[in-house]
């Protein structure tokens, strides 16, 4: 059964840094891509950035330079470095996972991910 838990959201000033990490169990990694998304109240879930089973990443243009996703697979946890954050961060964050042929992310769509965490708030002030 795979369950995917966030953690290290919270209330920033803009500016400031967060930390969002995903602890993921019940797969193998080696078959499955990871990502982040996003929702703000009345908008659609976006996506933040992937990370591919073997460690590549891609990252949304909206965040680039200020956000940066991660894995450490001995840890069975992907990460999301929030920088220089912005009041238009503020939204509901969540991890997914999504099982495909040797793990590669071919989508960012999130119909394309079956598995979903609870997800975290990230509230950022001016």
């Known amino acids: 059964q795979v369950q995917l838990v966030e953690s290290g959201g919270g209330s920033v000033q803009a500016g400031g840094s967060l930390r969002l990490s995903c602890a993921a169990s019940?797969?193998?990694?080696?078959?499955?891509?990871m990502g982040w998304f996003r929702q703000a109240p009345g908008k659609e879930r976006e996506a933040v950035g992937v990370?591919?089973?073997?460690?590549?990443?891609h990252i949304a243009a909206s965040v680039k330079g200020r956000f940066t996703i991660s894995k450490d697979n001995a840890k069975n946890t992907l990460y999301l470095q929030m920088n220089s954050l912005k009041p238009e961060d503020t939204a509901m964050y969540l991890c997914?996972?999504?099982?495909?042929?040797?793990?590669?992310?071919?989508?960012?769509?999130?119909?394309?991910?079956?598995?979903w965490g609870l997800g975290i708030q990230v509230t950022v002030s001016s």
């Open positions: 997914a996972a999504a099982r495909t042929p040797v793990g590669y992310c071919y989508s960012t769509a999130a119909a394309s991910f079956g598995y």
């Open positions: 019940g797969y193998t990694y080696s078959n499955y891509c």
């Open positions: 990370a591919d089973s073997d460690g590549g990443t």
